[in-house]
């Protein structure tokens, strides 16, 4: 198993800044993955965090609004950048390995004024 | 792509029994997943089904058909604490990516 720590775990962020959310897994795991998750909602997956490249995006996610740096096997941290309102919403960290379980973080809820 | 769909809602009385179903259209994934998430918390995962038919861990069973393109999470004698969103979810074949289904939100009541 993981345990997967997310900081922060929340945060009121003002429209046209940006946030770094950082996410530190205990072991080190060969996939790490960003969701994105509106109250009530499912999870959406963002990206793919890869180690030592660039990250892999989802349909309708772009890397200038959404960096990901993974510089090792157990961390990962994800940007939104240039918030707006509609990026209020929870951001998941999630790990998985070569089994079928995935862990996923505390998740960081964030809303933009 | 991988579409999943699950009812939106649940209700049941504790100490009944429940099934959550899902039902997919995906190019080729490992196998089913469900996971458990309390509202404010982390999903949690439950059970995985890689071949068709029943596995049992515990109050909760999970089932899958290939063949049908369906599958389902039973829960057994529903507790309070059994109150939470349920989400089924697919591992793609090609890119490893967990993809999860719409959700559906189980209220267990008294």
């Known amino acids: 198993s993981a345990v997967i720590s997310q900081k922060p775990s929340r945060d009121i962020c003002q429209r046209g800044t940006s946030l770094t959310i950082q996410c530190q897994v205990d072991?080190?795991?060969?996939?790490m993955f960003w969701y994105r998750q509106q109250p009530g909602q499912s999870l959406t997956l963002i990206a793919t965090a890869n180690q030592g490249s660039e990250a892999t995006y989802e349909s309708g996610f772009v890397i200038d609004k959404f960096p990901i740096s993974r510089p090792n096997l157990t961390f990962s941290t994800l940007t939104v950048s240039n918030m707006s309102p509609e990026d209020s919403s929870i951001y998941l960290c999630?790990?998985?390995?070569?089994?079928?379980?995935?862990?996923f973080g505390p998740g960081t809820r964030l809303t933009v004024t | 792509g991988q579409s999943l769909e699950q009812p939106s809602e649940v209700t049941a009385v504790e100490g009944a029994i429940v099934q959550i179903n899902c039902t997919y259209q995906?190019?080729?994934?490992?196998?089913l997943s469900w996971y458990q998430q309390h509202d404010g918390g982390a999903p949690t995962f439950l059970s995985y089904n890689g071949l068709d038919g029943l596995e049992e861990t515990g109050r909760f069973s999970s089932f899958l058909s290939r063949s049908d393109s369906y599958g389902y999470l039973l829960l057994q004698e529903l507790q309070m604490k059994d109150s939470a969103s349920y989400f089924c979810a697919v591992r793609d074949r090609n890119t490893d990516k967990l993809i999860f289904g719409t959700g559906t939100r189980l209220q267990v009541f008294p």
């Open positions: 995906t190019s080729g994934f490992y196998g």
């Open positions: 999630s790990a998985g390995g070569l089994s079928y379980e995935q862990y």
């Open positions: 072991s080190q795991v060969t996939m």
